[in-house]
């Protein structure tokens, strides 16, 4: 038997958030508000090539012991009740993050987030740990964003 290279997981995050289910559609879908929600971000360039994809930096740390930055292609597709991401990193990893925005009352939504990862056997758990806290932050901080926004 061969080891596969290429391992997969997937990722399953939802929030509750108390605010209408079109406020956190509206920070969802734009792209500027969704990159700045991540605690790993550093920087986004829209492509020229498309309205739709864009570059992004982001800086992470291993073991605690030092910093790099990791650049990354994404192509985000908003939807009427949320948004797909398609990211290509580096060393083979790709990601696809759907978030789903589902009203539950008049002031309430919950956002579920089901992602899929893809990487290297030897990467799969430094990805998969760093993508999970970020994206718990993410989650966070859009709570944060919606409860205190009003359209």
């Not at 289910?21 to 829209?46: D, G, I, Q, R």
């Not at 790709?94 to 992602?115: G, N």
């Amino acid at each position: 038997m061969i080891w596969p290279l290429i391992l997969q997981r997937t990722v399953l995050l939802k929030k509750t958030i108390h605010a209408p289910a079109e406020t956190v559609l509206a920070l969802l879908h734009n792209p500027n508000v969704l990159f700045s929600l991540s605690p790993v971000v550093a920087k986004v360039t829209p492509n020229a090539d498309s309205s739709n994809s864009y570059t992004f930096t982001e800086a992470l740390s291993l073991a605690g012991l030092f910093t790099f930055q990791a650049t990354s292609q994404c192509r985000m597709d908003s939807f009427e009740d949320g948004v797909d991401c398609e990211v290509v990193a580096g060393f083979g990893t790709k990601l696809r993050v759907c978030y789903r925005v589902k009203p539950l009352e008049a002031e309430v939504a919950e956002v579920s987030e089901d992602s899929t990862v893809k990487s290297v056997f030897i990467t799969l758990p430094y990805v998969l740990k760093t993508f999970t806290v970020a994206h718990r932050s993410i989650l966070e901080a859009l709570a944060v964003r919606a409860e205190n926004t009003r359209l």
